[in-house]
């Protein structure tokens, strides 16, 4: 099974009167692999022996250019993936409000802050509306969910999913 993970950097701005707050968050329209053309976390796959966090820092330094130190970063969920009945991704989930560095484009991801409330779920993968936005709340989860007729994960259908909310999730 593949261990990824996903990352969600959070910011706060104020208007320029300073009256009205937006509570935003950094994703990035996929450029290659699995899931071209759609909106994400940045992220990716464990290499060698390096930790979830470790992982989920490096691919945002990779993807996007910001700096995120691993132990600033907050455990919000794991996911699993199953493609026809097995086991396929476990997606450890975390998100931030500590970086440093603006968003840059790379070859892999375009970067973009997005309000919380136009997060472009339309354009996501299709489990993503299910506990995206718990996890922008500041929730935790648990989740599991089940594709059919793949390989690849990303043209196979979703069918069905089981969330657990406001789990104590581990340190890793
Ligand atoms: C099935 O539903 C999914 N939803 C979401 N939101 N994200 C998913 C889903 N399945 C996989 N992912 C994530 C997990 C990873 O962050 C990426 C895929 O990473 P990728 O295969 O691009 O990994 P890299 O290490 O960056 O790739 P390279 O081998 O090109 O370096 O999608």
Known sequence: ?????????????????????????LLIE???????????????KLEGDETPRECAGRETREEVGLEIDPEALEKAGELTFLLD????????????????????ASEEARPEWVPVEDVPYDRMWEDDHLWLPGVLEGK????????????????A????????WDVALGTR
């Open 1 to 25: 099974m593949i261990e990824a993970t996903l990352c969600f950097p959070r910011r706060s701005r104020t208007d320029g009167s300073g009256n009205e707050r937006t509570d935003e968050v």
């Open 30 to 44: 996929k450029r290659r692999g699995l899931g071209e053309g759609w909106y994400n976390g940045p992220g990716g």
């Open 85 to 104: 009945g097995e086991a396929h991704t476990f997606c450890h989930v975390f998100r931030t409000r500590s970086f440093a560095g603006e968003p840059t």
């Open 140 to 155: 935790t989860v648990v989740g599991e969910f089940r594709f059919e007729g793949g390989p690849p994960l990303d043209e």
């Open 157 to 164: 259908e979703f069918v069905n999913h089981d969330l657990e």
